[in-house]
C-alpha cells in the first residue's frame, strides 16, 4: 500500500507543478479544495470523470445545500442546471472539511450523472464509479475524520466488493431506498 501512495504522490507533484493542468482545472472550479481534488483524480488517470465534465460543461463548487431545500440539508451533492441551461455539481458545504480524496469521490460520483431526470441506471453506474474511485484513492495509511460520507465510501466499496456480475449489491441498495424510489420513480 505505501507504494501505491508513493506512486500518486509523485504523479501529484507532476500535475501540481504543470502550468497547463492548473489552468485545466480552473475551468471547473476557482474553489482550491476541490481544484485539488481535480489534481489528484487527474493524478490517477481519471479521464472519465473529466470527459464528464468537459461534456456537460460543469463548474463544481461548496454550497449551503439546505438553501436550495431543507430536504437536501443532508445531501452529499447535487447536479443542477441553471436557467441559462448551465451545469454544476454542487458540493454540500458541510464537506468542506473533507479530504480530497473524499471530495474526488463526490466530484466522480456526480460527473456520471448527465440526465435531465436520473434514471436507475445512471445512478447505480455513478454509485458504483464512487466507489471505485474511493478504493483507489483511500489511504489506508491516513486518519480520516469520521462522517456520514467516510461511512458512506467505505460502505459503497464493501457492497462493491462482496457484488457478482449476476448481483449487483450497490444497484440493489438503490432500488431498496425510499429515496431512491421516490426519485428514480421505482416500483
Known amino acids: 500500500m505505501k507504494i501505491k501512495n508513493f506512486i500518486i ?26 481544484k485539488t ?3 489528484l483524480l487527474q493524478s490517477i488517470g481519471a479521464d472519465e470523470v473529466f470527459n464528464n465534465l468537459e461534456e456537460n460543461c ?8 439546505s438553501q436550495i431545500s431543507f430536504s437536501y440539508a443532508n445531501h452529499f451533492a447535487i447536479n443542477s442546471v441553471d436557467s441559462m441551461g ?8 458541510k464537506y ?44 489506508e495509511d491516513k486518519d480520516y475524520d ?13 457492497l462493491s466488493d462482496a457484488s457478482t456480475q449476476d448481483n449487483d449489491l450497490i444497484k440493489e441498495k438503490i432500488t431498496r431506498s425510499s429515496f431512491y424510489r ?4 421505482i416500483r
Open 9 to 34: 504522490a509523485i504523479a501529484m507533484v507532476l500535475f501540481l507543478t504543470s502550468p497547463a493542468f492548473a489552468a485545466y482545472v480552473d475551468t471547473f472550479t476557482t474553489d482550491s479544495s476541490i
Open 37 to 39: 481534488s481535480l489534481e
Open 58 to 65: 460543469v463548474k463544481i463548487s461548496f454550497y449551503d445545500l
Open 86 to 93: 448551465n451545469r454544476y455539481i454542487l458540493i454540500n458545504s
Open 96 to 139: 468542506r472539511k473533507a479530504s480530497p480524496e473524499e471530495i474526488a469521490c463526490i466530484i466522480a460520483h456526480e460527473s456520471f450523472h448527465k440526465l435531465a431526470v436520473a434514471t436507475l441506471e445512471e445512478e447505480t453506474l455513478a454509485t458504483q464509479k464512487e466507489a471505485h474511485y474511493w478504493g483507489i484513492l483511500k489511504d
Open 146 to 158: 469520521d462522517s456520514a460520507l467516510l461511512s458512506r465510501l467505505d460502505g459503497l466499496v464493501e
Open 182 to 185: 421516490a426519485q428514480l420513480a
